[in-house]
């Protein structure tokens, strides 16, 4: 019988399992840059800036989506593009979300 290799938290339900990329803007300092990729979760860091800002959960895609998503940032009209520009506005002046 095979055994699991991790073991799923309470914290671990909320972040994503498979492979992510976010497409937003850099955080200032270095706190989430734009095309950072993550797996099984997300850093304490980044579930902070999570945490105080909802809507960036949207800015993180399957990297199968990237291209997609992508090309939906181009388009205004789009949920993904609407959620940048909020997120530029949110982090202009700021050394942190």
Known sequence: MAKSKSKITKDAVSQPLEHCV?????????ALCAFQTFKGGFPAHVQEILDRTPAMKTLFVPVGDLAGARMKLKDPRTILAQTYKATVKSLAGKEGV
Do not use: L
Request: glycine share 34%; proline share 22%.
């Open 22 to 30: 976010y497409v937003g803007p850099n955080v200032p300092g270095g």
